[in-house]
């Protein structure tokens, strides 16, 4: 899996592995907030598996680039929502075709009999995934 992941690009800090030039946690941010409403900072960094200090701090490097706008939620002034700007929604919408293109390309790699059961294995290893607990809840030495 380590290989897979530096492989493919994953390490990068500046560029994703479809080749955009941005961080992949940015570049995640936006694809997750694309075609949505607007969502706390708390499910965005839920969603995208980072804690709470770098959510805002994410949030607001894309705000200062122009790409999403943070507002107070209506009931709970102290919940940021965060949405896509038009501009914002452009790039998003950028990264999500070249990440479908670049996994296209991966997956028209493959040999034409074994795409379903790579793609059903992949499937299954995310389930198993998000079954096992996160690593700062494991008591781990």
Request: charged letters at 25%; aromatic letters at 2%; one cysteine or more.
């Amino acid at each position: 899996m380590q290989r897979l992941f530096r492989r493919f690009g994953a390490l990068s800090s500046d560029r994703t592995p479809c080749g955009k030039p941005l961080p992949m946690g940015y570049a995640h941010g936006l694809m997750v907030l694309l075609g949505g409403d607007a969502m706390s900072q708390q499910e965005l960094g839920r969603e995208l598996c980072i804690d709470k200090s770098n959510v805002a701090r994410l949030c607001a490097k894309m705000a200062e680039s122009g790409h999403v706008v943070q507002r107070a939620d209506a009931t709970d002034g102290r919940i940021r929502r965060v949405s896509l700007t038009p501009k914002g929604e452009a790039l998003a919408r950028e990264v999500d075709a070249a990440s479908s293109a670049r996994f296209g390309d991966l997956l028209d790699a493959l040999p034409r009999n074994r795409r379903a059961s790579v793609v059903a294995a992949l499937g299954e290893l995310v389930r198993a995934v998000e079954a096992l607990p996160a690593a700062d809840e494991r008591n781990v030495s």
